[in-house]
């Protein structure tokens, strides 16, 4: 299985950004899919996280009313819509894989993970 991460780039405080994850194989609907980003000499965290089919999300509370995290499934797709970003926001992002879970938070439960994507936010 592979993830490939897309979208990120340079924008401004305030600004928006949209960055997708295509997935292979013919077992999306089985993958709980989440995004999580890594910031610059610090751990990888929890950003936000889609169930398998109907489509609950979560969020960190640092992200929450910000951004929102999608999926189509015809697509093999999942999405993160990045509004009112902010300086702190900047870091890379990563989109991962969780085999028939349901809503998991931490990087240890998931099995599969994209190459990341930088996003920059400038003040």
């Known amino acids: 299985v592979q993830l490939q991460a897309s979208g990120g780039g340079s924008v401004q405080a305030g600004g928006s950004l949209r960055l997708s994850c295509v997935t292979s194989g013919r077992t999306f609907r089985r993958y709980s899919m989440a995004w999580f980003r890594q910031k610059s000499g610090k751990e990888r965290e929890f950003v936000g996280g889609?169930?398998?089919?109907?489509?609950?999300?979560v969020y960190s509370d640092s992200v929450k009313g910000r951004f929102t995290i999608s999926r189509d499934n015809a697509k093999n797709t999942v999405y993160l819509e990045m509004n009112s970003l902010k300086p702190e926001d900047t870091a890379v992002y990563y989109c991962a894989a969780e085999i028939d879970g349901f809503l998991s938070t931490r990087p240890n439960q998931f099995d599969y993970w994209g190459q990341g994507t930088l996003v920059t936010v400038s003040s």
């Open positions: 889609i169930s398998r089919s109907e489509g609950r999300a």
